[in-house]
């Protein structure tokens, strides 16, 4: 695809239950990335995977939140019983290697995660 | 900790003035900072790098050390630099964290 590809596009779900979101970066990017933007906020680190491991999950906020990129390509972030302060827009992003200093992250549109 | 600030959640200007977005940042160590830009309906973007010192789409950005500030500039704004712009830092520690500032929606009007 010619870009990071997202689903769903939006959640809508109850407090309680189980969510999964999925993420396609660009093919051949090695890095990806999961950022979570709350309303108002800007975007806020949440993991990074190089390959199929996770170098970096220091942003996940507590033992609910998961991810996953077993064949180092598409990933899926899963929270477990979601409340209502998981509300948020969940950003995806790929990037051809480690930030370094170019800093190019390329971004999906995200998945608009809303828990009732 | 890293921090970034960006004083101004909106920015209104005229088009063929001169613009000025705030950033501000917080880091004991030697950053290195970013313009990220969101048009309407688009996706996150980068705008430019500090590192490459140089103008995208007219915008130029100066990394102030003393100040440690990183502001965004345009001498004439255009209506289709409308967007949300966050300005972004990477501390070096993490390959994968880059830390946001809260974002500026810039309105160029006619």
């Known amino acids: 695809g010619a870009g990071v590809s997202q689903t769903p596009s939006n959640k809508v779900t109850e407090k309680g239950k189980y969510v999964e979101l999925r993420c396609d970066p660009i093919s051949g990017h090695t890095a990806l990335y999961w950022y979570r933007q709350s309303l108002g906020q800007g975007p806020e680190f949440l993991i990074y995977f190089q390959g199929t491991g996770a170098a970096d999950d220091s942003g996940l906020p507590n033992d609910r939140f998961f991810a996953v990129r077993p064949e180092g390509s598409v990933s899926t972030l899963k929270i477990q019983r979601t409340e209502r302060g998981d509300s948020a827009v969940y950003l995806c992003?790929?990037?051809?290697?480690?930030?370094?200093?170019?800093?190019?992250?390329?971004f999906g549109e995200g998945s608009r995660l809303t828990v009732l | 900790a890293q921090r970034v600030t960006q004083p101004e959640k909106l920015l209104s200007v005229f088009k063929g003035a001169p613009v000025e977005l705030k950033c501000n940042y917080s880091y004991s160590g030697s950053p290195e900072l970013f313009w990220y830009v969101q048009y309407s309906r688009q996706r996150l973007q980068l705008l430019l790098r500090?590192?490459s010192r140089e103008s995208i789409k007219g915008f130029t950005a100066d990394l102030n050390k003393g100040e440690t500030s990183f502001h965004l500039k345009k001498p004439f704004a255009q209506e289709e630099d409308s967007a949300m712009y966050y300005c972004?830092?990477?501390?070096?520690?993490?390959?994968?964290?880059?830390?946001f500032g809260q974002g500026t929606i810039l309105t160029v009007h006619p």
């Open positions: 500090h590192i």
């Open positions: 972004a830092l990477w501390g070096g520690t993490s390959y994968g964290k880059l830390t």
């Open positions: 992003a790929s990037s051809l290697d480690r930030i370094t200093n170019t800093g190019e992250l390329f």
